[in-house]
């Protein structure tokens, strides 16, 4: 072989590698843009299930959470479809030939993300709370924020973010304080024997009825004798309000009531003796000093 005849041979084989590395960087670069394509796509149709299941369920909780599951659906077909157009179909064939034991042994890894998971979607069809309920879970009392496919957000009362495994909420006692909108708040007072009681029994409802954010109808406010204590007769004092009313807060209601009923019996010479302590010891003997 002479130099011409060795240089033609280099020559082809540096075009041969040039042609397939052009050829996988226009494979590469078709590869990228199918994965761009369905990270767009599933984006896309997360938020048409969302915008189409809020307007036929009134429940975003259950839409999101949908929504989430079949992006993530959608993002599974995507990468599989792309390991096949790279020429990976054995990768592939491999995982779905291999998928009971991968399953067993992903499964056993991953028990409490797949716990989570399944949990998560027991919470978005039995539905026990929806987004801004306030719930007690586990002795934590907050918000409900969001549901996601592993955990549930919580915003407490003192402005903490709480991130609770959704298996631990199926497993637990779960207190929704707000699911149908409606709260009974009370507080008690005393009332010094010797008063009219009746008409100070009608005082107290006549002013609680005049709070903004008190119920009335069904849930209206009401005002019963408990008990007699040792200096009064205990009053119980109770009223309802919706906590869906933007206007007014619990607190603010709570308030309002204790500081009108206060008010207005006061105001009306209505005693409110507070707790009587007696002390008792020896007497002084002698009334002063003696002199000679």
Do not use: C
């Amino acid at each position: 072989m002479n130099l011409q005849e060795s240089f033609q041979k280099l020559k082809r084989i540096v075009m041969g590698d040039l042609a397939d590395a052009e050829q996988l960087a226009i494979t590469l670069v078709i590869g990228l843009l199918i994965l761009i394509f369905f990270i767009y796509l599933s984006r896309w149709i997360k938020k048409l299930v969302i915008n189409r299941l809020s307007k036929r369920t009134n429940d975003p909780l259950l839409s999101a959470f949908i929504a989430a599951a079949i992006r993530g659906l959608i993002l599974i077909f995507g990468l599989t479809l792309l390991l096949r157009f790279l020429g990976l179909t054995g990768v592939v064939s491999g995982i779905l030939a291999g998928a009971g034991i991968t399953a067993f042994i992903i499964g056993f890894a991953l028990k409490d993300i797949g716990e989570n998971f399944l949990a998560g979607i027991l919470l978005a069809f039995k539905r026990p709370f929806k987004i801004g309920d306030q719930v007690e879970i586990q002795g934590l009392s907050g918000n409900v924020r969001a549901l996601n496919l592993r955990d549930t957000q919580i915003k407490t009362l003192d402005g903490k973010d709480v991130f609770l495994p959704n298996a631990s909420i199926i497993k637990s006692p779960l207190i929704n304080y707000t699911i149908d909108g409606y709260l009974s708040y009370g507080f008690k007072l005393g009332l010094g024997y010797g008063s009219d009681y009746r008409k100070a029994l009608e005082l107290i409802l006549h002013t609680i009825k005049g709070v903004p954010g008190v119920l009335a109808g069904k849930k209206g406010p009401s005002a019963f004798v408990t008990e007699m204590g040792d200096s009064h007769l205990l009053v119980q004092v109770g009223f309802w309000v919706n906590t869906y009313n933007k206007k007014h807060t619990d607190a603010q209601v709570r308030s309002q009531a204790i500081l009108s009923v206060l008010e207005a019996l006061e105001g009306a010479g209505y005693p409110l003796p507070g707790k009587i302590i007696e002390l008792k010891g020896p007497s002084p003997v002698g009334g002063g000093s003696t002199g000679e």
